[in-house]
C-alpha cells in the first residue's frame, strides 16, 4: 500500500523547486530587457511573494490543501511560460 506524501511536504518540495528554477537573482535590467509577454519582474515578484508566505504558513504548521499546492504549481507554470516567451528561462524545465 502506497502511502500519498503529506500536504506540507509537496508544498515545501514545490517552494523548493520553483525556487530553483526562477531566475529571481536576475537583475531588472536583465528582465526588463524585452517584455513582450506580460512584465517578468511582476510576475517574479508575485511569485516570490506566493512561495514566501507559504513559507511562512507552513512555519506556521498550516497544512495546505491539494486545491493550495494546485494553485501555487499552476501559477509557477504560467509565469514560467511568459519567461520562456520573454528568453528568461530555458525551454526544458521539470515544472
Not at 26 to 49: A, I, N, Q, T
Not at 72 to 80: G, M, P, Q, T
Request: with cysteine; proline share 4%.
Amino acid at each position: 500500500m502506497h502511502m500519498k506524501p503529506k500536504t506540507n511536504i509537496v508544498m515545501v518540495n514545490i517552494i523548493q523547486q520553483i525556487k530553483e528554477t526562477f531566475p529571481f537573482s536576475m537583475s531588472e535590467d536583465e528582465l526588463c530587457v524585452e517584455c513582450v509577454h506580460g512584465c517578468p519582474k511582476k510576475l517574479l515578484e508575485y511569485l516570490h511573494m506566493q512561495i514566501t508566505e507559504w513559507e511562512e504558513r507552513l512555519e506556521n504548521g498550516e497544512i495546505p490543501s491539494f486545491q493550495d499546492i494546485k494553485n501555487l504549481s499552476n501559477s509557477s507554470k504560467k509565469i514560467y511560460k511568459a519567461l520562456e516567451k520573454n528568453n528568461l528561462v530555458s525551454s526544458h524545465s521539470s515544472l
